[in-house]
């Protein structure tokens, strides 16, 4: 019997327990004034300098908001309403001097306390691509047969003959010849 209860009691505890863990994620209450929704961002991924169009259907019958794509540097802009399903759409210029990384882009639609958020992917352009070391480094050490072929195939002989040079001289040496 003890077993069976203390089985019970860890069952319930348990599935109190995953009820707290499923519980809302936000931290509003439902049916408070500021709810949040979804704003749609075309393209997701944008660069430096390109026109990105934002649109919700989340707005309401009045379509219209005011959106703030501070975050990426961009200021407010509009959103209107269109024929498109009721949504509100609106469009604003990401700056030239954008850095890459991701940016929350909001709009308070006009009707309600309803705030609706999106996100907005800045990467490089490929004039902004990193580019890569060609050549090399005037550090005032080496390079001086440079990277012409013949020059380099001059400076391996004279390696070569040197080297050879000095294992006929040791190898006399060594037998007791001299110099």
């Not at 949504?87 to 210029?93: C, L, M, P």
């Not at 850095?99 to 306390?113: H, L, M, R, S």
């Not at 005032?140 to 004279?158: N, R």
Request: charged fraction near 10%.
């Amino acid at each position: 019997m003890r077993r069976t209860a203390r089985l019970l009691t860890a069952t319930a505890l348990t599935a109190a327990a995953a009820g707290l863990a499923v519980a809302p994620a936000y931290g509003g209450v439902a049916g408070t004034a500021a709810r949040s929704g979804s704003l749609q961002v075309f393209p997701s991924t944008a660069v430096p300098g390109s026109q990105v169009t934002v649109n919700t259907a989340d707005c309401g019958t009045t379509g219209t908001a005011l959106g703030d794509a501070g975050a990426v540097g961009a200021g407010t802009f509009t959103l209107a309403p269109s024929t498109h399903q009721g949504e509100a759409i609106g469009q604003f210029k990401v700056p030239a001097s954008a850095q890459p990384g991701t940016y929350e882009i909001v709009a308070k639609c006009a009707e309600g306390d309803r705030n609706v958020t999106g996100d907005l992917m800045v990467a490089l352009s490929a004039a902004h691509e990193q580019v890569q070391p060609r050549g090399s480094m005037k550090t005032g050490v080496g390079g001086a047969f440079g990277t012409d072929p013949v020059q380099t195939t001059a400076g391996v002989a004279a390696l070569a003959v040197a080297a050879a040079g000095g294992t006929w001289l040791l190898h006399r040496r060594a037998r007791g010849d001299g110099i």
